[in-house]
């Protein structure tokens, strides 16, 4: 069994690789699911040595809880992080099955979903926040994308529009030759 790097040096190397995103934010994932699985057994073990001695537990356990504490935020950090490099992954993740894909495809979710609740957050933080926008202050949120962005999304939206048409069209053929048998 190979030896993953720690998920931090693992991350801090991916940013600046030229490996596909996906990819890369992948086996970053799994870097950091063997490290949460070791932080598992550390805090299973305490539970099951701990002690009468509450100082004793209290020196332990702490600082344990503390480092697992601080290990989830520098997940979502990096999350954050990589969902500005490639955001569009993050509705992907490849550790979701091709059966999970399809299920949740049947299920109705498709990808300009995520386009609509992108506008539908940004109209409701823009409506929110107009007040302020009107004064010139920052938001720093989806209320204040720029025209630039808003006709990027709008792209985005039609071609994703375009390619889910396709795969439907041929989903509908595969359904229609399966029913003919």
Known sequence: MSTLPNSRAFMAQA??????????????????LCEQNSYLEE???????????????HAILVPLIHRIVRYYEQYYQFKSNWERRDAISMFTPTW?????????????????????????????????KIGDLIRGLTTEDLGELTPNQIKRIDQLQRKTIDEERVLSEKLAKQQESVADR
Request: charged share 20%; with cysteine; glycine share 4%.
């Open 15 to 32: 940013m600046h690789s030229d490996n596909p995103p996906r990819e890369t934010f992948h086996n970053f994932f799994e870097c950091w």
């Open 96 to 128: 979701r099955s091709k059966l999970e894909d399809a299920f949740l495809w049947i299920g109705g979710w498709r990808p300009t979903l995520a386009i609509h609740l992108l506008y539908s957050k940004s109209g409701i933080q823009f409506e929110s």
């Open 43 to 57: 805090l299973v073990s305490a539970a099951e040595n701990h002690n009468t001695n509450q100082q004793h537990d």
